[in-house]
């Protein structure tokens, strides 16, 4: 299967390369570059001597906000359509960069073939303007601006003339229905199809956007959606965008503090990314990620030598879980036993819990400081098997996807180990079921955790189970058990 990237740039060349050499296979490049931008004609024929680019454009001056945008991505889509084989079309910005392996990209689009995928919310909407169709009512004259906060303010006092003096246009009624969505998408061919052939054969919508706020947040979905009534339309783009200030811009301008957000879900893209700030970031996903299929190697104890992230899952469910019960129990310390690279230390942490966390990996320090922030006590290397030393103990210990994987002889020292370290609760997961390619997990039903538990004075909680289990919603092979302290 074939992919077109389409690319709408302005600056960061160098960035741009770097971006577009992840193309490397089954993927055709196309590039607009923002016509007032000051990117140098050297600096474009330094784009297309890259293999995977197809084609370099310089066609429209783009303003934020204005009609200019969509006129850009419609042409792109056009280009793409008429000149490449393509089975699916990816825009993206010249400050975006990629969160995945390029293989698991290409894999997402084969498991998924035939499904689009556009962030996309029925209009009014109390994230759209408070529930208002503002965008759709008064002109816009973003295109006639220079990008600014003088010309933002200068457009918002034209606009607010127009209120004043109750100048307002009608919403577009060419559907029913109307809809918003992020600019940037990920839709197979069949959809870019239909969307120029609609945009040809019934022009009166695509044109009532000039002068519409930000009509590329709007034409794209409400086109797409009432053609197909949202079929084979998933409303995610996979894209990870944080909505704040940081950094000089919203949205923010991504930094290495936010590493820990593309590890905690599915994400193909992410953006913003601008000098100095991502530098660190970037070289970090190229090493972890983009470039991260290293090595496990299974120690005797039944823990892992790893140094990388991409093995490890992460369920934000179960974070929740955990919030839930800490909350009920009054939990004031936590233990993070077998934590992995950290991802649940870092998530807790940042809920305003005491959280520590320890795992028999030997690079598990290395790697939960790139997690967690700079001055923070990064994770340590313990391994549940072997003789601990306890200070304190800890109100509740977590052992998640551990003691499945601990062979059978050293089983009972690793429970003795949870119950050495824990003041009141334990809290495990244990698959019921065993997969073929499950190699080294160890499967127990319910009476034998329990009884394993009842050995070293912990009962099983079965209402606070119930609730884990319930809240993290399972895969049918795996139970959670909180286990407290009988003392």
């Not at 992840?22 to 474009?44: A, L, T």
């Not at 233990?335 to 998530?347: H, P, S, T």
Request: glycine letters at 6%; aromatic letters at 14%; hydrophobic letters at 35%.
């Amino acid at each position: 299967m074939k992919h077109a990237v389409l690319i709408m740039a302005h600056k960061e060349i160098e960035h741009l390369c770097r971006l577009v050499r992840y193309f490397e296979r089954d993927c055709y490049v196309f590039i607009h570059i923002d016509k007032k931008s000051d990117i140098k004609k050297e600096d474009i024929r330094k784009l297309e001597r890259l293999e995977q680019v197809a084609a370099v454009y310089r066609k429209f001056s783009v303003h934020w906000g204005g009609f200019s945008i969509l006129r850009c991505e419609m042409f792109m889509l056009r280009e793409a359509l008429a000149r490449c084989d393509a089975e699916y079309f990816h825009l993206i910005s010249g400050q975006d960069y990629p969160v995945c392996p390029l293989n698991d990209f290409l894999d997402f689009f084969e498991e998924n073939s035939g499904k689009s995928f556009i962030q996309y919310v029925h209009l009014p909407h109390p994230r759209w303007e408070g529930y208002t169709f503002t965008r759709f009512q008064y002109f816009y004259i973003y295109d006639w601006m220079k990008n600014g906060k003088k010309s933002y303010r200068f457009v918002k006092k034209i606009v607010d003339f127009q209120k004043r003096h109750a100048l307002k246009r009608r919403v577009p009624d060419c559907f029913d229905h109307l809809y918003g969505n992020s600019q940037w998408f990920s839709i197979c061919r069949q959809a870019v199809s239909d969307l120029l052939d609609y945009t040809r054969s019934h022009p009166a919508l695509y044109r009532r956007m000039w002068m519409t706020f930000a009509p590329e947040e709007s034409y794209i979905s409400t086109v797409l959606v009432n053609l197909n009534q949202g079929r084979d339309i998933v409303p995610c783009n996979y894209r990870y965008i944080r909505w704040k200030y940081e950094n000089g811009s919203t949205p923010a301008n991504l930094c290495m503090k936010h590493f820990h957000f593309l590890l905690e879900r599915k994400y193909l893209f992410a953006r913003k990314f601008e000098s100095p700030y991502c530098k660190e970031l970037v070289e970090t996903i190229d090493k972890y990620i983009i470039h991260g299929e290293k090595e496990v190697r299974v120690m005797e104890n039944g823990g892992w030598d790893y140094d990388g992230f991409l093995r490890y899952s992460y369920e934000g469910e179960f974070t929740r879980a955990v919030l839930h019960i800490c909350k009920y129990t009054k939990v004031d310390s936590v233990l993070d036993m077998g934590c992995g690279a950290g991802a649940y230390v870092a998530a807790l942490r940042r809920e305003g819990l005491a959280v520590a966390g320890y795992d028999a990996n030997p690079n598990t320090e290395k790697l939960s400081g790139l997690l967690l922030p700079e001055d923070d006590e990064p994770c340590g290397q313990a391994s549940l098997t072997e003789d601990l030393e306890v200070e304190d103990k800890f109100d509740l210990v977590i052992c998640k996807d551990v003691l499945p994987y601990i062979p059978e002889n050293l089983e009972a020292k690793a429970v003795e180990n949870l119950a050495l370290l824990s003041a009141k609760y334990i809290l495990v997961s244990w698959y019921m079921q065993c997969e073929p390619a499950d190699e080294g997990v160890r499967c127990r039903q319910e009476e034998e955790v329990v009884s394993l538990f009842e050995r070293v004075s912990f009962k099983m909680n079965r209402e606070l189970s119930a609730q884990i289990r319930e809240q993290t919603g399972g895969d049918g092979r795996k139970l959670y058990y909180l286990f407290e302290s009988k003392h």
